[in-house]
C-alpha cells in the first residue's frame, strides 16, 4: 500500500493487523512518528455505510474515526491504535474469563450501546462479535460499522441489511427483518456467555444448524456465574427481539451485579435464574413465527412464564415470614393471615388494540393482564383494601415488553370508596387515563416495572400491605394519586 496523505500528515500504511466489516486494517505510521491504523475500504455499493462511524464518535467506548479520505479505489479512516482486540484477548486467554473481567467487558460495551440507542440519530450495529470490540484508553470499545444503519433508516439496496456473522446473528437477522436496538443485545448475550463459559452458547457449525439454533433452540443453563447475572444472559437471548432487555437496563443490572448480595438476594436470584432459564425454554420454538397474532403470542408465552416466577415469589415470602398464613396456589394465588388477605390472579390475554382511541396513532400495547388485591374485614372510615392492575404492556417504551404494575382512581371523586386504588382491565374506558383527556378514570398509580430485576420491591410492598390488612391497619392512601416513581410514555396523536 502506497502512503497517503490525511489530515495534513503523510501516513505511511504498515502490516495488517485486522480485517473488518468490508475492508482491511493496517498499522500505520506518520512522518512525525505517531502511530495510528488505517482501513482501507473498496468503493462498492455500501462502501460509505464504514462512515456511519463517525456519527457516533465520543459515544463512550466507541473507537472514534479522526480522519478520513479517499484514493481512486478506497475510502479511508484514520482510527486511534488499539492495544488489542477481545478476540486476541480470548486467544491468549483460552476458558472462561475471570468474571470481574467479564463484567467490566460487558459493563463497557453496554454503556456503548445506552450511548447509540440514546444518540440524537439511533444507529444499530447488527455485528456484536469480539473482533469487533477494542481495547483502547483502559476500556473496550466497539468498532467497525460496516454493516450498521440508523436505527429508524428505511431498507434500500446499499443498507448490507443480509449480512451478519452467524455465530451471534439474532433470531430476526436469520429471518432478514428489520434490525433494531433489541438486535445488538441479543449479540451481547451470544458475547456474554462466551466470555463466562469459555464458548458460545450456540456452535453450529454449518449455517443450516446456526440458523435452527438461534431460531428455535434454548440455550444451555448458565451455573458458572452468580445467578442474576445468568438471568441477564439468558434475557438477553430471548427469541422475541420486543422481550429483551434494553442497553440501559442491561447496563443498570450489571452495575448491581459487582455489589454484594445479601444471602436473602441470592436466594432470591437463584430462582429467577431457574424461572428465567426455563422461559427461554419454552419460548424458543415460537420465535420463528412472523405475523401479528404469532408476536403476540410469543409474548403472551414469555409474560406467562415471567408471571409464574412473580406468583411463586410472593407465595414463597408470605410462606417464609408468616407460616400461621393459608395458602392457596392453583390459577390464583390465595392468602390468608389475620383479618387480611391477598389475591393475584392469573393473567388473561388481551385483544390487540384494547386501549386504542380514534384519532390517536400509537397508544400502549397490552399483551396480556392481571390483578393484584389486598383486602381486610374492618378499615377505618370504611376502607376494606387496594388493588392494583398488572399489564404486560410497553408502557414506557414503545416495542418494549414488561410486566407493570399500576393503579387507578375516579377522575371525579364523589364519596368515599371501599377499595381505592383500583384495578381496570385494559379498555377504551380507561385508555383516556393515559394523557388522552376526558374520561372517568385516571392513573392513582403511574406503571412500574416489577420484573426484570425489579421483583424484590414488588413482593416487599405487597407482603407489607398484607401485614398492615391481617391487624386492620391498612389505611386509605393520604394523597392521591400516590408518587409510585413510575411514568409512561405519552400517546401520539393522527
Same mark, same amino acid.
Given at each position: 500500500m502506497q502512503s497517503i496523505e490525511i489530515g495534513g500528515r503523510t501516513w505511511t500504511p504498515g502490516d495488517e493487523i485486522?480485517?473488518?466489516?468490508?475492508?482491511?486494517?493496517?498499522? =500505520?505510521? #506518520?512522518?512525525? &512518528?505517531?502511530?495510528? @491504523?488505517?482501513?482501507? $475500504?473498496?468503493?462498492?455499493?455500501?462502501?460509505?455505510?464504514?462512515?456511519?462511524?463517525?456519527?457516533?464518535?465520543?459515544i463512550p467506548n466507541v473507537i472514534p474515526i479522526l480522519e478520513t479520505a479517499e484514493t481512486t479505489d478506497f475510502l479511508v479512516l484514520l482510527m486511534p491504535l488499539a492495544e488489542e482486540s477481545l478476540r486476541q484477548h480470548l486467544r491468549d486467554h483460552p476458558g472462561p474469563m475471570p468474571l470481574d473481567d467479564a463484567i467490566?467487558?460487558?459493563?463497557?460495551? =453496554?454503556? #456503548?450501546?445506552? &450511548?447509540?440507542?440514546? @444518540?440524537?440519530?439511533? $444507529?444499530?450495529?447488527?455485528?456484536?462479535?469480539?473482533?469487533?470490540?477494542?481495547?483502547?484508553?483502559?476500556?473496550?470499545?466497539?468498532?467497525d460499522f460496516g454493516i450498521a444503519r440508523y436505527a429508524e433508516a428505511s431498507t434500500s439496496a446499499d443498507t448490507r441489511k443480509f449480512m451478519m456473522t452467524r455465530e451471534y446473528a439474532a433470531p430476526e437477522q436469520w429471518r432478514e427483518e428489520r434490525a433494531t436496538p433489541a438486535t445488538d443485545i441479543y449479540g451481547l448475550g451470544v458475547l456474554a456467555f462466551e466470555l463466562v463459559e469459555g464458548q458460545r452458547p450456540f456452535l453450529g457449525p454449518s449455517v443450516s444448524e446456526y440458523r435452527e439454533q438461534h431460531l428455535h433452540q434454548a440455550p444451555p443453563a448458565l451455573m458458572s456465574c452468580p445467578a442474576s447475572l445468568s438471568s441477564l444472559i439468558t434475557e438477553c437471548l430471548f427469541k422475541p427481539s420486543q422481550a429483551r432487555p434494553t442497553a440501559a437496563n442491561v447496563a443498570a443490572r450489571l452495575q448491581m451485579s459487582v455489589r454484594p448480595s445479601s444471602p436473602a438476594a441470592q436466594k432470591l436470584q437463584a430462582m429467577n435464574r431457574d424461572v428465567?432459564?426455563?422461559?427461554?425454554?419454552?419460548?424458543?420454538?415460537?420465535?420463528?413465527?412472523?405475523?401479528?397474532?404469532?408476536?403476540?403470542?410469543?409474548?403472551?408465552?414469555?409474560?406467562?412464564?415471567?408471571?409464574?416466577?412473580?406468583?411463586?415469589?410472593?407465595?414463597?415470602?408470605i410462606a417464609e415470614n408468616a407460616p400461621a398464613a393459608t395458602i392457596g396456589l392453583g390459577v390464583h394465588l390465595h392468602a390468608k393471615l389475620g383479618d387480611g388477605e391477598l389475591y393475584l390472579e392469573g393473567p388473561k390475554a388481551c385483544r390487540a388494540g384494547a386501549l386504542a382511541l380514534p384519532r390517536f396513532a400509537s397508544t400502549i400495547d397490552v399483551i396480556c393482564y392481571s390483578r393484584i388485591t389486598i383486602a381486610q374485614a374492618r378499615g377505618k372510615h370504611g376502607h376494606r383494601g387496594r388493588s392494583h392492575s398488572l399489564w404486560y404492556c410497553?408502557?414506557?417504551?414503545?416495542?418494549?415488553?414488561?410486566?407493570?404494575?399500576?393503579?387507578?382512581?375516579?377522575?371525579l371523586s364523589t364519596g368515599s370508596f371501599a377499595v381505592i386504588p383500583f384495578d381496570c382491565d385494559p379498555s377504551t374506558a380507561v385508555a383516556f387515563a393515559f394523557g388522552m383527556g376526558g374520561g372517568e378514570f385516571q392513573l392513582a398509580w403511574q406503571p412500574i416495572a416489577v420484573d426484570q430485576g425489579a421483583e424484590a420491591q414488588f413482593v416487599d410492598r405487597w407482603i407489607g400491605w398484607l401485614a398492615d390488612a391481617s391487624a386492620n391497619a391498612l389505611e386509605l392512601p393520604r394523597y392521591l394519586p400516590e408518587q409510585s416513581g413510575g411514568f409512561h410514555r405519552p400517546p401520539l396523536r393522527t
Open positions: 485486522g480485517e473488518g466489516g468490508f475492508g482491511h486494517v493496517f498499522r =500505520a505510521r #506518520a512522518g512525525d &512518528g505517531s502511530e495510528g @491504523a488505517l482501513k482501507f $475500504v473498496p468503493k462498492t455499493r455500501g462502501a460509505d455505510r464504514e462512515l456511519l462511524f463517525e456519527s457516533v464518535t465520543g467490566r467487558v460487558l459493563m463497557d460495551i =453496554a454503556d #456503548a450501546l445506552r &450511548g447509540l440507542d440514546a @444518540a440524537a440519530t439511533p $444507529v444499530v450495529h447488527r455485528d456484536i462479535k469480539p473482533e469487533n470490540v477494542l481495547l483502547y484508553n483502559g476500556h473496550w470499545c466497539l468498532c428465567v432459564s426455563a422461559l427461554a425454554t419454552e419460548v424458543a420454538a415460537e420465535s420463528a413465527a412472523r405475523t401479528e397474532a404469532a408476536r403476540r403470542q410469543g409474548l403472551l408465552d414469555v409474560a406467562s412464564a415471567t408471571f409464574q416466577s412473580l406468583v411463586g415469589l410472593v407465595h414463597d415470602a410497553d408502557a414506557q417504551e414503545q416495542g418494549v415488553y414488561r410486566w407493570y404494575e399500576l393503579a387507578f382512581m375516579p377522575s
